[in-house]
């Protein structure tokens, strides 16, 4: 069997698998359920200062190809999670959990990054790229090189904990965002958030969403989030979470060689169910002793070096 922990940020990781931001992690029991069926760690949903309701429904659309969602970052706040969902999780912690937030002003990503940083994470993880949390030009934080810094020097300043940032695909260069986080001191970075998209009935003549656009997700997605971890490993060389359709151990290799040092995985768990995190583990080990990798260490961005 090869070695398949991986050190992510001083953290070290059984396998580097992890659960997506949004995707079951909701309780202290269904993050360790996920650990259960094979995660080597798992992220929060992304986690507001105050309670913040979602979108309405129909809020998601799957098909073959993809997944589309506008859930819209339902969550019951900082701290409901202070006080229920990181201490029965620390309790007995059977894997390192990252803690992801994300708030609407820069004065907001300061508090909640400090709140955060109480709950106890091993990382911290910033999502400045869901489509709908808007800055004053009506773009997320990450769409430009000025509001990615803004945002990641001032929680910089609110945490000595490893730190990463989310980006989003929906730029045309995320390089040059990712370079501009490292300049303010993030740790590393978690790619891909969703890519925006639609699907309109075209019985009903009108988007499918309620909320009528959202984000795709899925097997679509995977060459989008291969190219953004190939650009932003060779731009910074920081440790990545590569997520983004990865659906198989195959998959999970493929996104590494782009330098992704962790794997993501959300809609899998809807095309293979939870136990789909053991099975991509196994599909890595199998692969690995084919091709005669004894340790992942030796995989992560080579397909950037040559
Ligand atoms: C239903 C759903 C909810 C999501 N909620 C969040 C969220 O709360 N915070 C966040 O940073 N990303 C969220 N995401 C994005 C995922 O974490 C991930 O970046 C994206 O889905 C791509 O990975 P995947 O193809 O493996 O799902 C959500 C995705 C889905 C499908």
């Given at each position: 069997m090869a070695n398949l922990s991986v050190t992510f940020c001083g953290v070290t990781f059984e396998n580097p698998t992890v659960l997506a931001s949004g995707i079951l992690g909701v309780t202290a029991s269904s993050l360790k359920n996920v650990v259960?069926?094979?995660?080597?760690?798992?992220?929060t949903k992304s986690i507001w200062l105050e309670e913040h309701p979602g979108h309405k429904n129909p809020t998601m659309i799957g098909t073959e190809h993809f997944f589309l969602n506008a859930v819209g970052l339902s969550d019951g706040g900082i701290k409901k999670a202070k006080e229920?969902?990181?201490p029965e999780y620390l309790a007995d912690k059977p894997a390192p959990i990252i803690g992801?937030?994300?708030?609407?002003?820069?004065?907001d990503f300061?508090?909640?990054?400090?709140?955060?940083?109480?709950?106890?994470p091993d990382i911290i993880e910033v999502?400045?790229?869901?489509?709908?949390?808007?800055?004053?030009y009506g773009k997320p934080f990450s769409c430009s090189v000025g509001g990615a810094s803004d945002v990641t020097r001032i929680v910089r300043s609110a945490t000595k904990k490893p730190l990463i940032i989310k980006l989003t695909p929906n730029v045309p260069n995320i390089a040059e965002i990712a370079e501009?986080?490292?300049?303010?001191?993030?740790?590393?970075?978690?790619?891909?958030?969703?890519?925006a998209g639609m699907?309109?009935?075209?019985?009903?003549?009108m988007p499918v969403l309620t909320n009528k656009s959202g984000g795709v997700s899925g097997p679509a997605i995977k060459p989008v989030a291969v190219k953004a971890t190939y650009d932003v490993f060779k731009a910074t060389g920081l440790p990545i979470i590569g997520t983004g359709g990865i659906m198989t151990g195959e998959d999970?290799?493929?996104?590494?060689?782009?330098?992704?040092?962790?794997?993501?995985m959300g809609t899998m768990v809807y095309y293979r169910d939870v136990a789909g995190f053991a099975e991509v583990v196994k599909e890595m080990d199998i692969w690995c002793e084919k091709n005669g990798v004894k340790n992942l260490e030796e995989i992560i961005g080579v397909a950037v070096k040559k």
């Open positions: 259960r069926n094979g995660a080597g760690g798992v992220t229920e969902t990181f992801n937030v994300i708030a609407k002003s820069l004065s300061e508090k909640i990054v400090a709140e955060m940083d109480a709950c106890g999502n400045i790229s869901c489509p709908n949390v808007d800055d004053k501009a986080c490292a300049k303010e001191g993030a740790d590393g970075f978690c790619l891909i958030n969703t890519v699907v309109i009935d075209t019985k009903l003549r999970a290799i493929e996104i590494m060689m782009a330098g992704a040092r962790l794997v993501g």
